[in-house]
């Protein structure tokens, strides 16, 4: 199948350069601010907003405010999709924030707030949860995927 090409100077019947160089430039101008603009106001959404977080482990602090423990060596914001696939430790000692969370190895909270940034965040901890100080919030947890039940 073979694409059309358009003429800008047919196709921009705006003003009184309407099919012209000017009008076809004036008219590529508008778009440009146009997409600035929807920028601008959010209706284009990053792939980092909504970034997929592994924990890696890589920095060997255990601390989840480290970003070389996460795949993206970035810490999670609030709506990441974070995943631990790993038994090990985490440690959540100066808060924190996810989309959702789902971790097979332990969790620990020692400080800050551990907090869910969506209307509808989840966390499942299918091992252990410790809370030790720090504050979970605005988050709904669920019940572990190996048939424990959340105390």
Request: glycine share 14%; net charge positive.
């Amino acid at each position: 199948m073979k694409l059309k090409k358009i003429n800008f100077r047919k196709f921009c019947h705006c003003g009184s350069d309407a099919g012209t160089k000017s009008g076809a430039r004036s008219l590529r101008t508008r778009l440009h601010y146009t997409t600035a603009a929807l920028m601008l106001t959010g209706t284009f959404y990053s792939a980092s907003a909504m970034a997929q977080v592994s924990w890696t482990g890589g920095a060997n602090d255990g601390l989840w405010g480290t970003a070389g423990n996460w795949s993206t060596n970035l810490v999670p914001t609030g709506t990441s999709t974070v995943t631990n696939t790993t038994t090990n430790l985490i440690n959540v000692n100066n808060g924190g924030a996810f989309g959702t969370f789902v971790d097979n190895g332990e969790l620990e909270l020692t400080g800050g707030t551990f907090s869910g940034g969506l209307a509808n965040s989840t966390l499942q901890v299918n091992n252990i949860l410790a809370l030790d100080g720090g504050a979970l919030a605005n988050v709904e947890v669920l019940a572990p995927n190996n048939g424990s039940s959340v105390v």
